[in-house]
């Protein structure tokens, strides 16, 4: 039965079900790779600040693969698609188990490019939950998605702690093999699924706005803006926070992982609630109050360098990025037509996962260069101003809102 036959009789219940197990398991290796990359990394190179080089390669990949994964989901249909990027993750993995083996510290760094790219496909689950379901319910279709990563929260950091030593001599190649493991289940849960058929225009027919169009629409910037805010100054803090703990202040690796552990619980369990809070305040408000979560994070990190102030920290910076990118994402998914879905989600993939990638090559010479501390710093102003551009936005849909009812 082809794709599209299927979905016809599947249930958007039970594929949005699936799609956050899925998430969960995929969520669960990318939590690993959060902690254990640079980790890794660390027992390799002598100069300490090239120890998120590894992170920022795979965040990089992701980037660079957003536009070539929309693509081929628009091509292959969604649950070819998403069976793809979960297997390519597997031969990514066990290539970085060799290199964590043989201490090869470039060849961890373009394998975890490959695995990066494979992350690509899984950040569209959300999209593909949005699509299959009306525009009242997408938003708690998103956050339910999401949901699923509350698992990759415990399972993720406790994979590391049980595997990193599992293989004598070689710490963590037991942790990516497993990962490799993981993600061929990730492959056999989405063979289960029957996703909302992709809308391709006709030959010759109408393909929606250009991008110059879309580019100048608030409706579609102003989710982006609120999208690489959320998502850049998470990576920023996430990437340089068990650095920061384990070299500037003298934590142990089992600090970080717990600091992170409790980070990643935090940016997915909100996504039970947090499709409601979206219904009942609207979108704009939703995200702009991840944002000053995000800013009362980098407070909590200037106020101190204690183990609770990390964990502290990272529980603030999990909450306002659940709320910043899935109020963002439920923005962006009511501000296109099905014929320019490809378009826009290609577009918002690039623009959030590029400033991502950008974030992550930051986070890692900004600590060695300026310190902890101003890292939080600049935190702040660049939240400011995403809130003014959601402020405006809101702005903008209650005026159209009033014209068109006029």
């Known amino acids: 039965m082809s794709e599209s036959a299927a979905t016809s009789a599947g249930s958007p219940l039970r594929n949005i079900g699936l799609l956050a197990v899925a998430q969960a398991v995929v969520g669960s290796n990318q939590a690993v790779l959060g902690v254990v990359a640079s980790l890794t990394a660390l027992t390799m ?3 300490k600040s090239f120890s998120t080089l590894p992170v920022t390669f795979m965040t990089v990949g992701t980037a660079l693969a957003t536009g070539p994964s929309a693509y081929l989901l628009y091509r292959l249909g969604r649950r070819s698609g ?16 060799i290199a ?21 496909f899984a950040n569209q689950y959300r999209f593909a939950a949005a699509d299959s379901v009306p525009v009242d319910f997408k938003s708690r279709a998103i956050s339910w998605v999401m949901a699923g990563g509350v698992v990759s929260g415990f399972v993720g950091p406790n994979m590391y702690v049980l595997t990193k030593d599992l293989i004598p001599g070689g710490s963590f190649v037991a942790t990516y093999v497993t990962m490799a493991g993981m993600a061929l289940i990730a492959v056999a849960i989405l063979a289960r699924t029957q996703l909302a058929p992709v809308v391709r225009p006709a030959p010759g027919g109408n393909s929606g706005r250009t991008f110059k169009q879309l580019l100048s629409s608030f409706e579609v910037i102003v989710p982006m803006v609120g999208g690489a805010a959320s998502f850049g100054l998470m990576v920023m803090v996430m990437v340089a926070a068990p650095i920061a703990m384990v070299t500037v202040c003298g934590h142990s690796t089992t600090d970080a992982a717990y600091a992170i552990q409790w980070h990643i619980v935090s940016m997915f369990a909100p996504s039970f609630i947090t499709g409601s809070v979206i219904h009942r305040i609207g979108a704009h408000l ?23 102030h990390f964990v502290i920290s990272l529980i603030l910076l999990g909450v306002g990025w659940n709320f910043g990118f899935i109020a963002s994402t439920a923005l962006l998914s009511t501000a296109y037509r099905p014929d320019e879905a490809a378009k826009v989600q290609g577009l918002n993939e690039q623009v ?25 710093v600049l935190v702040i102003p660049i939240a400011t101003l995403a809130i003014v551009a959601l402020a405006w936005g809101g702005m903008g849909s209650r005026a159209a809102l009033k014209s068109g009812g006029g």
């Open 100 to 120: 964590a083996w043989t201490g090869s510290f470039w060849l961890l760094c373009i394998t975890l490019a490959l695995v990066g790219g494979t992350s690509a």
């Open 45 to 47: 190179v002598e100069d």
């Open 352 to 376: 959030v996962f590029g400033v991502m990638a950008l974030a992550s090559i930051l986070s890692g010479v900004l600590l060695n260069a300026i310190g902890w501390q101003s890292v939080n």
């Open 286 to 308: 939703t995200a702009a109050i991840g944002l000053l979560l995000i800013i009362g994070a980098a407070a909590v990190n200037l106020s101190g360098t204690e183990v609770h």
């Open 82 to 97: 998403f069976m793809l990027g979960a297997g390519l993750a597997v031969p990514g993995l066990l290539l970085a188990a």
